[in-house]
Structure formats: C-alpha cells, structure tokens
C-alpha cells in the first residue's frame, strides 16, 4: 500500500518555479531516494512535501488523505516527520533529552517512547547520557532522525543524511535508514551518490532540472546508470 503518493506537484520560492510536475510514491516500510545532479531541486521537492514551500499544482496524499498545502505542524500531526539537512539538535542536552523534545505528543507515554526509539538506534541507546554536542557527524545525524521518529511517523522525509560524512559513518547512517523502514515507516531520501541509493533502497526517483526523469526499482536503475 502507498503511504505517500505525490502527484504533479509543482513549485518553488515564490513565484519562482523549481519543480515541475513531479510525481512519486512509497509503500509501507520501503526505502525511497531521489538522486539527481546539483540544483535538481531535491530539497525543493521534499520541501514542498512538507509545506515549506510554495506549491502551485498537484497532490500530495499522506495515508489516503489529501494534505497538500497543509503548513508543516499539521503535516506532521497527519504522520509526515522531516529532518532537513542542516541539523538542528540542541547541544548543551543529552541525547535522551533530544528526544524528549521529540514532538511525542502523549506526555505521559513519553518516557517509554524514548526508549522503544533508543532500541532502534543502537549507537544512540549506547550513548544516551552523551551531549549533542559532543556527538560525530554520524551521530548527530542519527539523532535528528531518532527525533523525528519520536512522533511516530508514516512517512519520514531525510535531506542527506549522508552529507559530509566519512565513508564509514554514511555505512551506519543508512543501516540505521534500513532498520527504520523495517519498523513499518516509509522514508523518502535524498542521496547524492547514485550507487548508495541503488544498494540501500527499493526505489529510485532520478530528478533532473526540476521534472522526473526516470524511475524504477533499484536494479533497474542501476542497470541504466
Ligand atoms: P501494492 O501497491 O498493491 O502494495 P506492490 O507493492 O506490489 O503493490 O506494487 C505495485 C506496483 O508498484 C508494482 O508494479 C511495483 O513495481 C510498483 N512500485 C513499488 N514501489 C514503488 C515506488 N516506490 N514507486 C513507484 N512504483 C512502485
Ligand atoms: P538540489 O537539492 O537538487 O541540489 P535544490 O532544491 O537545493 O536542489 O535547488 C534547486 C534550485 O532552487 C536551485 O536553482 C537553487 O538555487 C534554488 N533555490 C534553493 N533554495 C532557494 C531559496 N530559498 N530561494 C530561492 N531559490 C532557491
């Protein structure tokens, strides 16, 4: 079942245009990426999703509901959780405490939520007392994605999580990606290296200028590459 399908949409900053008419979808625990060269406009499309920026045409159904156009937070309360690039975990806290700021919206249940997210994050669980900021790259990545996850999405939406890392901590970034997907969330992932994204999802969307260009399972596109 698709959990996300996204038809035709359109978009950009303004009146500026960035994203033509794309289209995409992810099932139920499946792994997704989008490549595609620099300026595609692959944040510009998952920011679009998450109503950050401007649409003008499409749809975009979350679930079986229509939430195009809706602002971020009632995005997020629909099951649509995003972890832009540039992190935004709170340095002088803990990694449990990061979580804890997860957006869980049961208080009550809170403090079990941070332990079922901790058991799908080994290398955070080992180092739940540690602050933010004196975590790796890799982790400080984990940890944006772990917050995320706090809400309990259907969807997770990743811009690079890969970027800047160095080949072994991108290995344990998109393991931790796969152990995600198993718990039943569908994530959608930009990847600027085309080999990683074949090996470590389902599906492949390839952006070009803005539109789709091609699409299909990863053997498929790997065969084309
Ligand atoms: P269902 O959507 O009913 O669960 P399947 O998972 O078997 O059925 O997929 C139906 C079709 O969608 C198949 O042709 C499959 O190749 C294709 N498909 C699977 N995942 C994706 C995807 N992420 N994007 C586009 N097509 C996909
Ligand atoms: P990609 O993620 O594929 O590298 P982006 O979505 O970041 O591509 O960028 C696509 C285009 O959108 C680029 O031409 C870029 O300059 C433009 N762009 C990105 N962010 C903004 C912004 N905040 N305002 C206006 N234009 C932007």
Do not use: C, H
């Amino acid at each position: 079942m698709s959990v996300l399908e996204v038809k035709g949409l359109s978009g950009g900053y303004g009146k500026t245009p960035i994203i033509w008419e794309v289209s995409m979808e992810a099932k139920v625990g499946q792994v997704v990426s989008i490549v595609g060269p620099n300026g595609a406009g692959k944040s510009t499309f998952m920011k679009s999703l998450f109503g950050i920026t401007d649409v003008t045409g499409g749809e975009v159904v979350l679930d079986g509901q229509n939430v195009k156009g809706l602002p971020s937070f009632r995005l997020a309360r629909a099951g649509m959780a995003y972890v832009p690039q540039v992190d935004n975990i709170f340095t002088t806290m803990t990694i449990k405490e990061n979580l804890e700021m997860g957006g869980y919206s049961n208080r009550r249940g809170l403090a079990q939520r941070v332990e079922v997210v901790l058991e799908i994050f080994p290398d955070l669980k080992a180092a739940q007392n540690r602050k933010g900021g004196e975590l790796s790259g890799g982790q400080r990545n984990m940890l944006g994605m772990a917050r995320a996850l706090m809400a309990d999405p259907k969807v997770l939406l990743l811009d690079e999580p890969t970027a800047g890392l160095s080949p072994i901590y991108v290995d344990v970034v998109w393991d931790q990606v796969g152990r995600i997907a198993k718990t039943g969330t569908a994530i959608v992932v930009i990847e600027q290296n085309v080999d990683r994204a074949i090996s470590n999802s389902e599906w492949v969307y390839v952006l070009v200028a803005g539109r789709n260009r091609l699409d299909g399972p990863a053997s498929q596109v790997a065969a084309l590459d």
